[in-house]
């Protein structure tokens, strides 16, 4: 068969999937961002039945699968367990943020997983794992993830 | 327990943009080739599970999207949403079932047509993390570090990967990216996300993939040699990083341990001849073999180095070129089984290996190998 597309650009559709969707967050993650909104604590769901805190909070142990009923306390600061550093602004990455962009996996004193946010006001090369941070409030909090602004390191 | 035997593959090119090509126009090449190869006809077939996602083909119900090109047509068709290797498990599943003889499985991905950074960033957590801007190549990158700062690996024992394997590219014409390259040209390469260097990661691909799959009663009633499944296994971790310990896994370490049991192996790494796995970044392969027991762990790298996994060497590690020359998403896993049915029927031609008797096929779901699927596929019954 002839080649059809000789001499001629192939047609490219050019659309997007862009269709607005709300999560409703559930009463664990909504008492979680209201402590952080309201109080500028972090507070994390326990397991009952094998002691394990869970952060961020939710309400089932996954390996016990049992109901979380207690909530705990945890602290601001934690450790990094690992970490990456944006080099390219990938698509992703919020517009606020500009490369270089650190993430960490924290382990914050208290609970016994750890969460992802942003690792800031340190240079990358800086950035070790096993280095202790600590939480800083965003300004304006809305009830969300980024109430916490970033981690930065403690000195 | 009965058996069955993968009894026909068929693989589009992978290439960085089909243009010319929809969806479904990859699938009917993908399909009719695995006909062909298996030396039956579309009424030979009894029911057809297609894979794919909505999120990478920019629709709803994308599975079925694919199905009339897959001569799905009045059959019994089922969708799976995930890596090729979960629609074949499930493809498996059927034609043991009792109510199927012959399953056509097919995994198809289009990269080149959306935004991969946005597309992995909506499999995070919507509410506790999505916000935040990760994607796979940041996620991976963590998942590089951990294991890096565990085993006191270096960035130029994960090139050592992407050399070898776009080198074994170069012998096989479906590959996406076959590239004579050195460990210094991937590390002078763009740093994406510490310690990722471009090189390190596999590229944005499109392909299809189909297989055949046949109960042992009709395994050899068609022309070719039936590729027979001994063992197989699918095993998932912890959904959140911070559950997980990122410099393992679990999930593999299970799952691998699963396929042997029920294959009858009792020391991989001797019974094993060859392995097509998931490589979407260099690390991978190093840390997916020690957690198959491949190697120990921590010490692939050195074997690595020493040629132990080269197309020639003891043990063939993606002598196709594995993700790293082309990772069509989804149809990824689905290629891994069919290189390696290749490789055990001695059709392999150019990247064949010496001996292949015992071949293990690999796939992944999920961030950072939340989820992974091992095959044990063997040239005898």
Request: charged residues 25%; hydrophobic residues 40%.
């Amino acid at each position: 068969m002839a080649d059809q597309f000789q001499g001629i650009e192939p047609m490219v559709y050019q659309s997007k999937i862009n269709v607005p969707y709300s999560w409703w967050a559930g009463d664990t993650a909504t008492r979680f961002f209201v402590a952080l909104r309201d109080e500028k604590k972090i507070i994390a769901t326990k397991c009952g039945a094998c002691g394990k805190v869970f952060m961020p909070p939710r309400k089932t142990c996954p390996l016990c699968f049992t109901a979380n009923t207690e909530w705990v306390d945890v602290s601001d600061e934690g450790t990094v367990l690992t970490f990456s550093v944006a080099r390219r602004q990938l698509a992703a990455i919020p517009q606020d943020r500009k490369v270089p962009v650190i993430w960490g996996l924290i382990k914050l004193d208290g609970a016994d997983t750890a969460i992802l946010h942003y690792l800031d006001e340190v240079k990358p090369e800086d950035v070790i794992i096993g280095m202790r941070v600590k939480a800083v409030f965003s300004e304006t909090r809305k009830g969300t993830i980024r109430d916490i602004s970033h981690f930065k390191p403690v000195k | 327990m009965d058996r069955a035997a993968i009894i026909g593959v068929g693989m589009t090119k992978i290439e960085k943009s089909k243009v010319r090509e929809t969806f479904a126009d990859m699938a009917w090449e993908a399909v009719n080739k695995a006909l062909a190869d298996a030396g039956m006809s579309i009424d030979d077939i009894d029911n057809v599970v297609t894979t794919s996602s909505d999120f990478w083909d920019g629709r709803t119900i994308s599975c079925m999207a694919v199905g009339d090109a897959s001569g799905a047509a009045d059959k019994n068709t089922s969708c799976v949403e995930g890596d090729g290797t979960y629609g074949a498990f499930y493809g498996y599943t059927r034609a043991l079932s009792g109510s199927y003889k012959t399953t056509l499985v097919t995994g198809h991905s289009k990269g080149s047509q959306c935004i991969s950074s946005l597309i992995t960033n909506a499999s995070f957590d919507p509410i506790c993390e999505r916000g935040l801007g990760m994607d796979m190549i940041t996620a991976c990158a963590m998942q590089a570090n951990a294991y890096m700062n565990r085993t006191g690996l270096r960035p130029e024992d994960m090139a050592m990967v992407s050399v070898k394997n776009h080198g074994n590219a170069l012998k096989n014409p479906m590959a996406q990216l076959p590239m004579n390259i050195t460990v210094s040209d991937v590390i002078k390469s763009e740093m994406i996300a510490d310690p990722l260097h471009k090189l390190d990661c596999s590229p944005v691909s499109d392909g299809c993939c189909a297989v055949i799959i046949a109960h042992e009663s009709v395994a050899t009633k068609f022309k070719q040699k039936p590729v027979w499944i001994r063992g197989l296994s699918l095993c998932t971790d912890s959904f959140f990083f911070g559950d997980r310990d990122l410099a393992r896994s679990n999930a593999l370490v299970e799952a691998a341990k699963n396929a042997y049991k029920m294959a009858g192996i009792k020391d991989p790494k001797k019974e094993i001849d060859i392995v097509e796995l998931y490589d979407a970044f260099t690390y991978q392969e190093l840390l997916w073999l020690e957690e198959m027991g491949l190697a120990d762990y921590g010490k692939a790298a050195k074997l690595l180095e020493a040629g132990e996994f080269n197309i020639n060497g003891p043990l063939p590690v993606n002598p196709s070129g594995g993700l790293l020359s082309g990772h069509p998403v989804i149809a990824a896993g689905l290629y891994r089984i069919a290189e390696v049915v290749m490789q055990l029927r001695g059709d392999a031609g150019e990247h064949q290996v010496k001996k292949a008797k015992t071949g293990i096929a690999h796939g992944v779901n999920g961030l950072c190998g939340q989820s992974h699927c091992v095959w044990i596929l063997d040239k005898e019954r």
